[in-house]
Every structure is written in structure tokens, then in C-alpha cells.
């Protein structure tokens, strides 16, 4: 039996659509009105999660090409019926750039998809975890009783408990192709990298050559993975653990954004990308936790005396309530099978930490030693190190001197909150956890510490591009980000009499005014009047 | 001001292109190390293809389980702890859907170990790994 490119092309494209237009059916309510391509990203992450809910409500991959073709005409209609609504404002430079970007980065990840398409599943966890499970699922036609992931009498490495999302997608490209093999079903990979270049699509307030940096920086030809050798096999083997972490990077990078200018989008966006973590690996849900622990710390730490800023954040949260359910709803399904299952991860002794006078055992200095000599140093780049750090050093000086000139020095500390303590918080849990390994440490680091350096790696160092690249934003147009930064409104009313002059008294219909749309209106018709 | 933060800017950019750089001094020296990769771009689009990068015990016995079309098997003796696990590892997913079961009476491994055990016939002998029966 044979397929045609065409065959795998057709089933990624109606799987991306389906996904981005689900996306948007269920969050066009609250983003109504707003940049469609700036929250395009949080439509593909949402997409996402929802398909996955719906494999874990056992619906049929047959069922999922109902869900996808409907959700496109859904869109479409949706789009026909709300078209007064401008959901994309873009010009014709922009478009160009855009092109542009999207041309150097494809050119950027040849060498990934080339392996990824003309290379079979061989590795250990790829093979008999994701690559396993994603054929049990597309023999079963979707997660049922009779699909295999657990059965009694059962042998093998299984790992049932890791999530299904990644394997539901290979499983839903090769029930459209029609048959199985071990290269195609690694095209949910190109899915996710898609998903990359869709976030720096949206990611609008970036300059593309920044974007361009961090999609090079990501898709491997970076320092860390060519130091540790695996460059850049580890998004093409099978491996969730480098998409982990570029989706972490994004999750943080939209955060990052939302805190500098305050885009509802950009909240959307980081939101369904946190959701999204757990769904492609079980760390997933420690780094979501840790990024948005970050975000907290540093909102509480600079505005402590600004409540009604706190307040303000707290209630851009809560509109996007329904996200969040959708977003916790697969979690609570797959921790009900995994109880039903008795998967839970049972690699680690989490209750020893409760047992305060034994910090000396769990802590010792043959583990540190082990630790640092397997995992810190590879997070630190190795033999050069320096370089790393002097980095980390110049970023954060030019962020403070930045800072100086603008005089916002407040939101500046909370995104390098976010943006540079998030990788170094994993890498200190990630040490946590080695020393709780029920396993010999040393098989234990020698199996898995390469693969989780880099989510340390993708967390500071997009968190680092992300500062660089904002800060040369403001630092070059600091009259016109006057007016977009949250200053207090005293100050900003204080600035806008300074650059506008004398103020005259505004009429009444016009101060009250605050949607655009009206004003617009009303100017048009004093036009037609005169 | 502006001097500064171009100045300021202009060394970050550098700093970066030097780690870049190292980086990618690096790539050259490692590409000769990593093994080379198991191309056939004329497999890709067929059916059932992409298991002759399994070790050989895990295709012969794949091909066997597939040949005799056998829903279930129990892998047995040496076979179970070559590369310690993996080939009994990549054999489950290579044999999916026909599925590892420590209750099923067709039994896989090397000839030696299956003739060793009592009351099995052995229905197939495929380059030294066979099926045997209860």
C-alpha cells in the first residue's frame, strides 16, 4: 500500500485548520473586536487542547474529521456573518516581512525537516512510548477499552501515564493517510513547528528580525544543543522533551509580552500555551507552574503599593475564565484514567521531603556532585560558560540602563522577573527532584538530564531575547511608548498636556466617548454634515 | 542617550554572534560524531515501512509474529534481555497490533530457549528466532 505527499500535506493542513478554527469558535467571544492575528497563536494552542479533550472523551478519529471539517465551515460562517468586525490589520509591508520571516525560517529548519520526514522512530522513548501509543490509538480508531495503552497482562516499558496529545495527532495523520509506517506519523512534530512560526506571527509587537533570531536560536542551531551533541536531533528524533521547551519559551515569551504592553491577546495567548504543556509531556505542568509562579511573584513584588494595578491584572484574568476551565479539563480527565489505571509517574519519593531532619541524606554531596557534573554543567554550557553568563550580565545591565532613561523601571523589574528567573527556578526544582530519584542517580542523569537542560536553556534564553528585543522597542521610540505604558493616569494626563500644549476643553460627547468605532462614526457623520 | 544604547545594543549583538559562532564551530565538530541517519526517502509513503533500523532480532521476530498472523505472543529467555529491553521494547510496537501478553501461549525467542521448555511445538523456525505453541 502507497500513499502520495499530497495524502500527508492534505491531513497536516486539515488538521492545522481544524484546529485554528476550533480555536476560534470557542474564544471569538471574548476576544471579539480585538487583533485576530496577534491571539492566532492562543486559537491554535486552544484548538489543540480541545481535540485532545475530545480523544480523552473517547470520540472516534473518524469523529475528529468530523470535529475538523466542521469547526472550518464554523469558522468560515462565523467569519461571513461577523464581517464588519476587522479581525486582521495588516499592510502590505507588513505582509512582506511577514513573508520574509516565514521564508528565512523555513530555510532555518530544512536540516529538521528533512530529518524529520525521511528519518524512522528509533529511539528508546520515542519508539516505545509516543510512537507506541500513537499506533495503539490508530489501530483502535481512538482511546477506548480496547485500545492498549493498559491491558492486564500486559509486558514492556508502556509508560501509560504520559500524556496522549502528541500521539493522538500521529494517530489522527495516519487514519487520514490510511495505513502506518515510522516516518510519517512524525509530521504531528511539523505540526508543532508550524505552531512556532504561527506564534511569531502573533507574537506583533517583536521586529521580524528579532523573530527570525529566536526561531534560528530554536530550531537548533543553538550553543546548547550543538555543545552537548545532539543538535538537532532532539525535535526530529520523537522526542517531546526540545517541542516542550520551545512551547514553554513561547508561553513565556507571551507572558512577557502581555507584561509589557498589556495586549488581552497576549494574556490568551500565554493562557491556552500553559494549558497546553501538560498535554505534550508530564513536565509540562511543573514549567507552566513555574512560569506563571514567576508572573505572580514579580506583579506582587514591584506593584505592591499600586493595588488598583494588581486589581486590574486580577480582572483581565477572570474574563478569560471559560479558557481556563477548557484549558484545566484535560488534566482533571487524564489524572482520572491515570488513577483508574494506577499510572502514576513513580520515579521520585516526593513524601521524603517531609522528613526535615533527613535534608542531609537527600541532599548529599556525592548527589550534588553527580548532579552538577551530569546536568548544571550542561545547563551552563559547558566549557564556556563565561559567555553565558556575560550575557545574562549584559542583558540584565542594559535592561537597568534602559530603565534609567525611561523611568519605568517598575514593570521593567517584573518582566525580569519573569523573563530570567523562570529557567534558573527549573534548574533549582530540577536539582529538588534528581535528589528525590527512587532510581541509581547515575543511570538516572545519564537517561534523561540532556533532554531536560534544555528547558532551562529555551526558558533563559528566549526569556533573554525577549528583554533585548522590547527593550530596543522602547529605547528608540520612548515619545511614542509614553502613551502605551500603564503610567499612573496623573502622570500620563501630565505627559500628553506636555507634548499636545494648552488644553481646550473638549466637547462633552467626545471625553465621555470611549469606544473607537463610535468616535469614528460620529466624526463621519459631522463630515457628511458639513 | 541614544549613543549609549546604540553603543550598548552594537556589544550585545557581537556577544551573541560570538556564542553564536562558537556554537556553530561546535555543530561541525559534532556532526561527524553522530551516527549517520537511516534515510530511505522512496519508504516513506509505504506501508509498514521504517522497521529495518530495529535491531535484527526485533525483525525477524516481527516478521515471524506478522507472517503467522498471531493476535498475541510472550517473548521468552535471552530475547526478553538483549540491550536491555530494547529489543523486546521496539518488538511491541513493530508487532502492534499483535500484542505482548505474559498469558499467551505462542511463545518468541531464540530456537535454544524455546526447544528448552516442555510441551511447546515449534511452529515456525525463522534464522534462528522462532514461534512455539503450547
Redesign the interface.
Known amino acids: 500500500?502507497?500513499?502520495?505527499?499530497l495524502?500527508?500535506i492534505s491531513a497536516v493542513s486539515l488538521y492545522l485548520g481544524g484546529a485554528l478554527s476550533l480555536g476560534f469558535l470557542l474564544s471569538w467571544y471574548f476576544l471579539r473586536g480585538r487583533d485576530g492575528l496577534k491571539s492566532l497563536f492562543g486559537c491554535f494552542a486552544l484548538g489543540l487542547t480541545a481535540l485532545y479533550l475530545l480523544v480523552l472523551f473517547q470520540l472516534s478519529l473518524t469523529g475528529i474529521t468530523g470535529v475538523l471539517v466542521g469547526s472550518i465551515v464554523g469558522a468560515v460562517a462565523l467569519a461571513i456573518w461577523r464581517r464588519n468586525q476587522r479581525l486582521f490589520r495588516l499592510n502590505s509591508v507588513t505582509y512582506a516581512c511577514y513573508a520574509l520571516f516565514v521564508g528565512l525560517s523555513l530555510l532555518a529548519g530544512w536540516t529538521i525537516l528533512e530529518?524529520m520526514?525521511?528519518?524512522?522512530?528509533?529511539q528508546?522513548d520515542a519508539?516505545?512510548v509516543w510512537?507506541?501509543h500513537a499506533?495503539?490509538l490508530f489501530?483502535s480508531n481512538g482511546l477506548s477499552a480496547d485500545t492498549?495503552i493498559v491491558?492486564p497482562?500486559?509486558?514492556?516499558?508502556y509508560h501509560p501515564g504520559y500524556p496522549l496529545l502528541m500521539p493522538a495527532i500521529s494517530a489522527y495523520i495516519a487514519h487520514y493517510v490510511g495505513?502506518?509506517?515510522?516516518?510519517?506519523p512524525k509530521a504531528n512534530l511539523f505540526i508543532l513547528f508550524l505552531g512556532l512560526l504561527i506564534a511569531m506571527l502573533s507574537a506583533r509587537s517583536i521586529h521580524w528580525a528579532w523573530k527570525t533570531?529566536m526561531v534560528v536560536m530554536m530550531v537548533g542551531?543553538?550553543?546548547?544543543m550543538?555543545?552537548v551533541?545532539y543538535?538537532p536531533?532532539f525535535l526530529t528524533l520523537g522526542y517531546m522533551d526540545g517541542w516542550l521547551a520551545i512551547y514553554a519559551g513561547l508561553c513565556l515569551l507571551f507572558l512577557a509580552l502581555y507584561v509589557r504592553h498589556g495586549s488581552r491577546e497576549y494574556l490568551f495567548n500565554a493562557i491556552t500555551t500553559g494549558f497546553l504543556l501538560p498535554g505534550i509531556k508530564n513536565e509540562g505542568a511543573l514549567l507552566t507552574l513555574i512560569i506563571f509562579g514567576c508572573y505572580a511573584v514579580g506583579l506582587l513584588l514591584f506593584n505592591l503599593r499600586d493595588r488598583r494595578f494588581i486589581q486590574f491584572h486580577l480582572k483581565t484574568w477572570l474574563r478569560f475564565w471559560p479558557i481556563v476551565v477548557m484549558g484545566v479539563l484535560p488534566l482533571v480527565v487524564w489524572s482520572q484514567y491515570k488513577n483508574r489505571w494506577n499510572a502514576q509517574v513513580k520515579d521520585y519519593d516526593f513524601s521524603r521531603l517531609k522528613q526535615f531532619g533527613d535534608y542531609g541524606t537527600i541532599f548529599s554531596d556525592e548527589k550534588m556532585a553527580l548532579i552538577d557534573a551530569n546536568y548544571t554543567d550542561r545547563v551552563f554550557l559547558g566549557n564556556?560558560w563565561y559567555?553565558?553568563l556575560?550575557?545574562v550580565a549584559?542583558?540584565v545591565i542594559?535592561c537597568w540602563?534602559?530603565a534609567l532613561?525611561t523611568k519605568n523601571w517598575r514593570r521593567l523589574g517584573q518582566e525580569l522577573t519573569l523573563s530570567l528567573s523562570s529557567g534558573l527556578v527549573f534548574v533549582g526544582l530540577m536539582i529538588v527532584v534528581y535528589c528525590l530519584s527512587v532510581h541509581d542517580l547515575t543511570w538516572h542523569l545519564s537517561t534523561s538530564a540532556d533532554r531536560l537542560g534544555l528547558h532551562s536553556y529555551y526558558l533563559v534564553g528566549i526569556g533573554m531575547l525577549t528583554m533585548?528585543s522590547q527593550l530596543?522597542y522602547q529605547?528608540?521610540r520612548p515619545a511614542k511608548r509614553k502613551h502605551e505604558e500603564a503610567t499612573p493616569v496623573k502622570k500620563r494626563a501630565a505627559l500628553n498636556q506636555a507634548v499636545a500644549g494648552p488644553v481646550t476643553p473638549a466637547p462633552a460627547m467626545e471625553t465621555t466617548t470611549t469606544n473607537r468605532r463610535d468616535a469614528g462614526k460620529k466624526a463621519s457623520a459631522r463630515k457628511q454634515k458639513r | 542617550?541614544?549613543q549609549?544604547?546604540a553603543g550598548?545594543?552594537t556589544?550585545?549583538i557581537l556577544?551573541?554572534l560570538?556564542?553564536?559562532m562558537?556554537?556553530?564551530y561546535?555543530?561541525y565538530v559534532?556532526l561527524d560524531?553522530?551516527p549517520k541517519?537511516?534515510?530511505?526517502?522512496e519508504?516513506?509513503?509505504?506501508?509498514?515501512?521504517?522497521?529495518?533500523?530495529?535491531p535484527l532480532p526485533t525483525q525477524l521476530a516481527a516478521r515471524l509474529i506478522d507472517s503467522l498472523h498471531i493476535h498475541d505472543y510472550?517473548?521468552v529467555g535471552q530475547l526478553v534481555k538483549d540491550a536491555d529491553?530494547?529489543v523486546?521494547?521496539?518488538l511491541?510496537?513493530t508487532a502492534?497490533?499483535a500484542?505482548?501478553?505474559?498469558?499467551?501461549r505462542n511463545l518468541v525467542g531464540y530456537y535454544q530457549d524455546i526447544v528448552k521448555i516442555p510441551g511447546v511445538t515449534i511452529q515456525h523456525n525463522y534464522e534462528g528466532i522462532c514461534v512455539g505453541r503450547y
Open positions: 500500500m502507497k500513499a502520495s505527499a495524502d500527508v530529518r520526514f525521511y528519518e524512522p522512530v528509533y528508546w519508539r516505545i510512537y507506541l499506533k495503539q489501530f492498549g491491558f497482562n500486559s509486558q514492556g516499558v495505513f502506518w509506517n515510522d516516518y510519517f533570531i542551531f543553538n550553543p546548547y550543538m555543545s551533541g543538535n536531533l564556556y559567555l553565558y556575560l550575557l549584559a542583558t542594559y540602563v534602559t532613561s533585548i530596543h529605547a528608540y | 542617550m541614544n549609549v544604547f550598548l545594543k556589544c550585545l556577544l551573541i560570538v556564542v553564536f562558537r556554537g556553530y561546535s555543530l559534532n560524531k553522530q541517519p537511516f534515510m530511505q526517502k519508504e516513506w509513503l509505504r506501508a509498514g515501512t521504517g522497521a529495518h533500523v530495529m510472550h517473548p529491553g530494547y523486546v521494547g521496539c511491541n510496537q502492534w497490533p500484542r505482548m501478553d505474559s498469558t499467551s
